[in-house]
């Protein structure tokens, strides 16, 4: 099931603060002599930040949405 962003909020973060970083997703294990390399996950991982300004209302729907209707972000 895919949720979607309310619309009351704003529908672009602010530039500022924005950052997207791939995070490293590959684990390794030593074996006497060599180096065992492989994928955690099948899809790369990315960590996002953005920053909004949001008024007072805008911020409850916003928690509202994200305990109700992500289930806290799971």
Not at 14 to 28: K, M, N
Not at 45 to 68: C, G, P, W
Request: proline fraction near 5%; include cysteine.
């Amino acid at each position: 099931m895919s949720e979607v962003w309310p619309s009351s909020l704003p529908q672009c973060p602010l530039i500022e603060g924005f950052s997207d970083t791939p995070v490293d997703t590959v684990i390794r294990s030593e074996f006497s002599g060599y180096t065992k390399v492989r994928n955690r996950f099948t899809a790369t991982i990315h960590e996002v930040r953005e920053n909004y300004l949001l008024t007072t209302a805008q911020y409850s729907t916003f928690l509202d949405f994200f305990e109700t209707s992500l289930s806290n972000g799971s």
